[in-house]
T-cell receptor
């Protein structure tokens, strides 16, 4: 089974609108971490936001927020007030368990912001 | 700022050649990772290391080996390159497993 599932290969959003990128995960660990990364066309991977499994509040970083629904095992990224520079690939990732455990990445969602 | 550097942005090799991809980080991070990225498949972990001389297999270690003799350097080795190893290779590091990873710019390897 896939550890991280991103079901939206491509998404379009109008500039200044909000957009939600979906991510579901699969783990039996109680302790885990969820991450979102952005990859512009230049190829660099940029860390956006982190949510720990024990964090009670949804993580927020500027225009990025993570809608964490533990029971549903979902960790959707919400981008508010989209900008043209938000056009990129977005990857959801999970770190299972404790030290020495690996990361898993999803297949990514390509977001295009339309002027 | 954390900096992760990779030895080459583009590399072209012939089938059967031994290939070394080098990665260096300058922030004293414990963990280092090698991924390959292919369209439609996302990032797949090849190997990772959480300490000097320590290594763990990721999801796709076949055909690859790694070396971590010093904390700041993590090398990926293709013992005998094959055309199916043509890909983008990304190196990353993190302070520990609980923290976000910082990525290098990537090496686009073509094996002819």
């Amino acid at each position: 089974a896939q550890k991280i599932t991103q079901t939206q290969p491509g998404m379009f959003v109008q500039e200044k609108e909000a957009v939600t990128l979906d991510c579901t995960y699969d783990t039996s660990d109680q302790s885990y971490g969820l991450f979102w990364y952005k990859q512009p066309s230049s190829g660099e991977m940029i860390f956006l936001i982190y949510q720990g499994s024990y964090d009670e509040q949804n993580a927020t970083e500027g225009r990025y927020s993570l809608n964490f629904q533990k029971a549903r095992k979902s960790a959707n990224l919400v981008i508010s007030a989209s900008q043209l520079g938000d056009s990129a690939m977005y990857f959801c990732a999970m770190r299972e368990g404790g030290a020495g455990n690996q990361f898993y990445f999803g297949t990514g969602t390509s977001l295009t912001v339309i002027p | 700022d954390v900096k992760v550097t990779q030895s080459s942005r583009y590399l072209v090799k012939r089938t059967g050649e031994k290939v070394f991809l080098e990665c260096v980080q300058d922030m004293d991070h414990e963990n280092m990772f090698w991924y390959r990225q292919d369209p439609g498949l996302g990032l797949r972990l090849i190997y990772f290391s959480y300490d000097v001389k320590m290594k763990e297999k990721g999801d796709i270690p076949e055909g690859y080996s790694v070396s971590r003799e010093k904390k700041e350097r993590f090398s990926l080795i293709l013992e005998s390159a094959s055309t199916n190893q043509t890909s983008m290779y990304l190196c990353a590091s993190s302070f520990n497993t609980y923290n976000e990873q910082f990525f290098g710019p990537g090496t686009r390897l073509t094996v002819l």
